[in-house]
Nanobody, 126 residues
Framework: QVQLVESGGGLVQTGGSLRLSCKSS????????MGWFRQAPGKEREFVAA????????KYVDSVKGRFTISRDNAKNTVYLQMNSLKPEDTAVYYC???????????????????WGQGTQVTVSS
């Protein structure tokens, strides 16, 4: 059974940092794109960041550029999201996702991902 398990969320003050982790099990995604999405209450799921298996192709939503960094450790089957200079508008449930198709182009649309974690809550207080 394929599982993606996120961790690292929590409550942080404005300007603080958090590092999210997403560990996969049940199959390897070492050659697959991985991404992070978020969903705030009453809003649609939003793309945050994604990267190719070799980290050569990386994408971010404009609102997090310069503050968030996505990375991966294929040997550990884990993808990370380092979040710095957090703002209240970053508050959301954060999900990691994996695409089943092997491609060097990380998608930004949630419909292009096949596996999802259960999410981890990030709350940024003002």
């Amino acid at each position: 059974q394929v599982q993606l398990v996120e961790s690292g969320g929590g409550l942080v003050q404005t300007g603080g940092s958090l590092r999210l982790s997403c560990k996969s099990s049940g199959r390897t995604f070492s050659r697959n794109p991985m991404g992070w999405f978020r969903q705030a209450p009453g809003k649609e799921r939003e793309f945050v960041a994604a990267l190719s298996w070799n980290e050569f192709n990386v994408k971010y939503v404009d609102s997090v550029k310069g503050r968030f960094t996505i990375s991966r450790d294929n040997a550990k089957n884990t993808v990370y999201l380092q979040m710095n200079s957090l703002k209240p508008e970053d508050t959301a449930v954060y999900y990691c996702a994996a695409r089943a198709v092997i491609t060097n182009l990380p998608p930004i649309h949630p419909d292009e991902y096949d596996y999802w974690g259960q999410g981890t809550q990030v709350t940024v207080s003002s």
